[in-house]
C-alpha cells in the first residue's frame, strides 16, 4: 500500500541513513513500477508538508529536503503511525534502532531518574527513549541539532547532554 511504500522510503532515508535513493533500485525494491514511484512522491509531498518535509527528484535520485527538526519529526511520525499502536514500547523500538543503543539509553535515562529520585512512567520514558534515539541517530548520521523550540524550557539543560548520549552508545 501506499502507506506501507512511503514508510518504507523515509525509514531508508532516517534509519538507513542513505543520502539519496536511486528512482530505479526502489521500483525494484517495492516491485513498483516507476509511474506509480512518482504517484507516491507526490503523495508524500502532500501527506508531509505540514512538517515542512519535501521529496523530489534528480538525476534518478529520489532526495528529502527539510529542517533538521522537521526530519526528527518526521522519523517520529513514521514510527508512530506504522506500529498502529497508542504506545511505543522498547521492543518497537528496537525494530528501528540498533539494540545495544536503546538499551544504553534507556539505562542512561532510568539511572538519571532515579539519582534525582523521580519516577518516570513507562509512556514518558518511552516516548523520551524515542526522542533521544532519533536526534543520536542524526548525530551519528553527521547531522547537527539545530532548531530552537517553540515552548520556552522550564529549567535549563545542557547544550551537549544528547551529545555525550551519542558518545556512549559510540
Known amino acids: 500500500t ?5 514508510a518504507y522510503i523515509i525509514e531508508r532515508f532516517l534509519i538507513d541513513n542513505c543520502p539519496s535513493l536511486n528512482l530505479y533500485d526502489l521500483c525494484d525494491e517495492l516491485s513498483i513500477s516507476y ?3 512518482k504517484n507516491d512522491i507526490q503523495k508524500m509531498n502532500t501527506s508531509y508538508a505540514y512538517l515542512h518535509i519535501r ?3 534528480r538525476s ?3 532526495l528529502l529536503q ?3 527538526r522537521d526530519i526528527r519529526r518526521l522519523l517520529n511520525h513514521m514510527i508512530q503511525e506504522t506500529k498502529q499502536k497508542d ?3 522498547i521492543d518497537v523500538l528496537k525494530d528501528y534502532f540498533p539494540e545495544e543503543n536503546v538499551q544504553k539509553i534507556f539505562s542512561i535515562i532510568t539511572g538519571a531518574y532515579q539519582d534525582a529520585s523521580c519516577h518516570l512512567n513507562d509512556f514518558a520514558a518511552s ?4 526522542h533521544l534515539l532519533i536526534m543520536v541517530s542524526r548525530l551519528n548520521y553527521g547531522e547537527k541539532l539545530s532548531g530552537s523550540s517553540s515552548f520556552p524550557s522550564p529549567a535549563p539543560v545542557p547544550n551537549d547532554s544528547v551529545s555525550q548520549i ?3 552508545v559510540r
Open 2 to 6: 501506499y502507506k506501507e511504500r512511503s
Open 35 to 37: 509511474s506509480l514511484l
Open 55 to 57: 521529496f523530489y527528484c
Open 60 to 62: 534518478n535520485e529520489l
Open 66 to 68: 527539510g529542517k533538521e
Open 87 to 89: 504506545f511505543v514500547d
Open 127 to 130: 516516548n523520551l527513549l524515542l
Open 166 to 168: 551519542a558518545q556512549a
